[in-house]
């Protein structure tokens, strides 16, 4: 053995996993705890076993929030990825192929880099941002036009059917670019001569798609759907800043994040709060052991 | 192109040596090339049009005055009032939380890229009693919702005598980014050759030094994509600073004063000043972007690419 290691070795993890010990590994372990708990901060916490669990059963809201998140998870991966799928296919192998190497549309790189850019700036800035965007009177972005034209402003946050997706456009308008980068990669290292193949074979370009692209890009749809479930499950930011009331207008819009804050840093209700957290938590988990399950398949090597 | 979709999927399988269909084929790939890409550019420039107006629309909005903004929401500023920037620079504190967040995201990304740095390293490259479990034991954060820890973690920090501080909000954003950190630079350290850290073994480094003089340099591309994913996470940090810092105002980062300023641009009817904050948080991102745009983009999607 090398002279010296086991100092080295423990010098070098004693900070990251203590500091992760502390303040990652036991806050979840003593969620699961505290969720047995009626703890509301001042005096000491008693055991009520699934008390909380119970209730939640029964909590409107509770289940408004579990409805919002299947509504997100159906909605937000679909189009984003349907979306910047059609986009990413136009940048990389939309336009003719000069010498055997296939081309993007005109402008490829330019748009690219304009439809990545939301990913960057931080979502409460972009729910502040959309707030002026979608203010009823004249004075938003959409709804200037609308009445200059003389036509009624729409209530985007207001109405309550309407005020969901006006949340999941705002989602989908940040995500697309990400997706288009993350698939475009993926099509890059999809091998020119399948697409020639395909195309002396009178392939079209929608069946290009259906047949080529799609089948070979299926490991890194899976990542994408992944990533935009895990992004349906939090939603904190967004909806507590754009919507009206955080989670209104009388829940139209709460997810579980917005009710756990609430429940805990509003009315001071730990256990019960915990209680939510444990059922995102499993949520969460089914929900990707889920997605690995049923889109398992065999991939194709090139 | 109609024509094109509607033919039965097994021609894509049959032998293009049939002369009839190539030839038909020929003069129909043209147009169908022509109306695709066609089609295409109007949905990919509508879609740009979506992104950059109502950033540009804000930046505009930011020079007028409440008056202007009600009655011409469309129409570029009168005069260019630059005392709303000022006034959302001092009065609403953005100068303050701006610098604040610069501050908290410096000494968490660098602590992060540290002390994630050395346990990858350690993980990925020697061999001792433990080392998986602790490999897991981080790893594992990364299933887990922030959500689920976020009652007991306001407690933790609390009766560490760290509620409403930075050093508090800097210690727990480096300890919720040692997962992602770790992981990727793990297996990043894995694939570096063994030569040179033996070389430098037998001139004498120390474990040390090998890994900051050595190791360290080698995986310098790895630290950047991570060190990029790690400054982009934690400057749009929203959830944990509302949190963490709910209680003291002059410590508040970027992301919570602005969303605190919206609530009161309501309150006080100051739009434009409301739109120049959200313009002073948003402009420095798009230089940002600008300069370090293809390291930006391959460090954000290189957790996904395989």
New interface residues.
């Given amino acids: 053995m090398r002279h010296g290691k086991y100092p080295f070795v423990i010098g070098f993890l004693f900070a990251p996993v203590t500091l992760y010990v502390v303040f990652v590994i036991a806050p979840y372990a003593q969620a699961f705890q505290i969720s047995m708990t009626n703890w509301r901060g001042l005096s000491a916490p008693q055991w009520v076993g699934f008390d909380n669990y119970r209730r939640l059963l029964d909590d409107g809201r509770f289940w408004q929030a579990v409805q919002h998140h299947g509504v997100l998870l159906l909605a937000l991966p679909l189009i984003t990825i349907a979306i910047a799928l059609f986009f990413a296919f136009l940048l990389n192998v939309g336009g003719r192929s000069v010498g055997g190497q296939r081309q993007g549309v005109r402008g490829a790189k330019f748009y690219r880099v304009v439809f990545f850019f939301p990913q960057v700036l931080a979502v409460a800035i972009i729910a502040v941002l959309f707030q002026m965007v979608y203010r009823p009177n004249e004075s938003g972005l959409i709804n200037g036009v609308l009445m200059k034209i003389g036509l009624d402003p729409v209530l985007f946050l207001i109405r309550p059917n309407l005020a969901l997706w006006s949340i999941i456009a705002v989602l989908v308008w940040q995500a697309v670019g990400f997706y288009v980068v993350l698939f475009s990669a993926g099509m890059a290292s999809i091998p020119g001569e399948i697409y020639e193949a395909a195309e002396m074979d009178g392939a079209s370009k929608v069946m290009l798609f259906f047949r080529v692209t799609l089948p070979l890009l299926w490991d890194t749809l899976q990542v994408a759907w992944v990533y935009l479930g895990i992004a349906a499950f939090d939603a904190f930011a967004i909806v507590a800043v754009l919507s009206v009331d955080s989670g209104g207008p009388d829940g139209a819009t709460t997810v579980l994040a917005v009710e756990i804050y609430r429940n805990a840093f509003v009315y001071s209700k730990y256990g019960y709060a915990s209680a939510m957290g444990v059922a995102l938590f499993f949520l969460t988990l089914t929900f990707a052991a889920l997605t690995l399950r049923l889109t398992k398949r065999e991939s194709v090597e090139y | ?1 109609a024509a ?2 509607t ?1 039965p ?1 097994a ?4 032998p ?1 040596d049939r002369p009839a ?2 030839a038909r ?1 020929a003069r ?2 043209h147009h ?2 022509r109306l ?2 066609g089609l ?2 109007l ?2 420039a509508v ?2 049009v ?6 540009l ?2 930046f505009l ?1 930011a020079f007028k005055n409440t008056g202007e ?3 011409s ?2 129409t570029l500023p009168a005069e260019l009032r630059w005392e709303n920037f000022g006034r959302a620079w001092t009065k609403a504190h953005v100068g303050r939380y701006f610098l604040n967040s610069v501050f908290v995201v410096s000494c968490s990304t660098f602590g992060t890229m540290l ?2 740095s ?2 990858a ?3 990925a490259r ?1 061999k ?1 009693r433990g080392n998986r479990a ?1 490999y897991y ?2 790893v594992s ?1 990364l ?3 922030v ?8 407690f ?2 609390r009766n560490l005598g760290l509620l409403d501080t930075h050093t508090g909000v800097i ?2 954003y ?3 980014s ?2 992602f950190t ?1 992981f990727f630079l793990a297996a990043f350290f894995r694939t570096l050759p063994n030569s040179v850290a033996e070389a430098g ?1 037998i001139d004498g480094c ?3 030094r090998l ?1 900051f003089q050595v190791m360290l340099p080698m995986a310098k591309p790895g630290l950047i994509s991570v060190a990029i994913f790690n400054i ?1 996470g934690q ?5 944990l600073p ?2 963490l810092l ?1 209680n003291a105002k002059d410590k508040w980062v ?3 004063g ?2 605190d ?2 609530v009161n641009a309501g309150y006080e009817a100051d ?1 434009s000043g ?2 120049a904050a ?1 313009t002073i ?2 402009l420095p ?2 230089l ?2 600008a300069i370090f ?1 293809r390291q ?2 391959s460090g ?2 290189s957790g ?3």
């Fill in positions: 192109m094109q979709t033919l999927p021609s894509a399988d049959t293009p269909i190539p084929r129909g790939e169908e090339v695709f890409s295409g550019q949905a990919l879609w740009a979506i992104v950059i107006v109502p950033i629309w804000t909005a903004i009600f009655s929401p469309w002390l994630g050395m346990a390293y350690v993980l020697y001792f602790i034991l981080f954060g299933a887990f919702p959500f689920l820890a976020l009652v007991p973690l306001f933790v920090v210690l727990v480096i300890a919720y040692l997962p770790i073994m120390s474990h040390t890994f982009i400057w749009a940090q929203y959830q509302l949190v709910s970027l992301t919570q602005i969303a300023i919206s739009w409301l739109f959200l948080a948003i991102m798009i940002v972007y745009q930006i983009q954000l999607t996904a690419v395989k």
